[in-house]
């Protein structure tokens, strides 16, 4: 099980489930709505994942995306959007043991900023994964 939260510990989550489509991801919806040049995600079924204290705020980031993150400290915790309903996609960096999920390759290179140099040797796609070949 994959356990994590917030920054302030007034939300915690729980996954009971492997986890996939482990990914950093470099769009500019994710730098904004993160502060990052870059986020790192994982997904999870949607069906093994609650929130076990606190609720999220949520924002809907497009029509067909919602946002969920802690109200009080703003940690960005998940990524829901109709395309997939049965997963959710989870910020890896709100785990609470990061090394349980690293990432395997980089999605959205095409919008990556040119200051952010990527050198970690995995799989990058320019666009989506499932609609991209990988580069480098």
Same mark, same amino acid.
């Given at each position: 099980?994959?356990? !994590?939260?917030?920054?302030? !510990?007034?939300? #915690?989550?729980?996954? %009971? *489930?492997?986890?996939?489509?482990?990914?950093?991801?470099?769009?500019?919806?994710? %730098?904004?709505?993160?502060?990052?040049?870059?986020? *790192?995600?994982?997904?999870? /079924? #949607?069906?093994?994942? %609650?929130?076990?204290?606190?609720? @999220?705020?949520?924002?809907?980031?497009?029509? *067909?995306?919602?946002? %969920? =993150?802690?109200?009080?400290? $703003?940690?960005?915790?998940?990524?829901?959007?109709?395309?997939? /309903?049965?997963?959710?996609?989870?910020?890896?960096?709100?785990?609470?043991?990061?090394?349980?999920?690293? @990432?395997?390759?980089?999605?959205?290179? $095409?919008?990556?900023?040119?200051?952010?140099?990527?050198?970690? !040797?995995? @799989?990058? =796609?320019? !666009?989506?994964?499932?609609?991209?070949?990988?580069? $480098?």
């Amino acid at each position: 099980m994959l356990t !994590g939260g917030c920054f302030c !510990g007034a939300v #915690r989550y729980e996954a %009971r *489930a492997a986890p996939f489509h482990e990914t950093i991801c470099h769009c500019a919806d994710c %730098r904004r709505m993160v502060g990052a040049a870059q986020v *790192a995600w994982f997904s999870v /079924p #949607r069906a093994a994942f %609650r929130f076990v204290a606190g609720t @999220p705020s949520a924002f809907q980031s497009s029509s *067909a995306v919602l946002r %969920r =993150f802690c109200g009080t400290c $703003g940690t960005s915790l998940t990524y829901e959007v109709d395309a997939a /309903p049965d997963a959710i996609d989870v910020t890896i960096a709100s785990l609470d043991e990061l090394d349980q999920v690293p @990432p395997r390759d980089h999605t959205r290179m $095409g919008s990556k900023v040119s200051w952010d140099p990527v050198g970690d !040797g995995l @799989p990058a =796609f320019s !666009g989506a994964r499932d609609s991209d070949s990988p580069s $480098g």
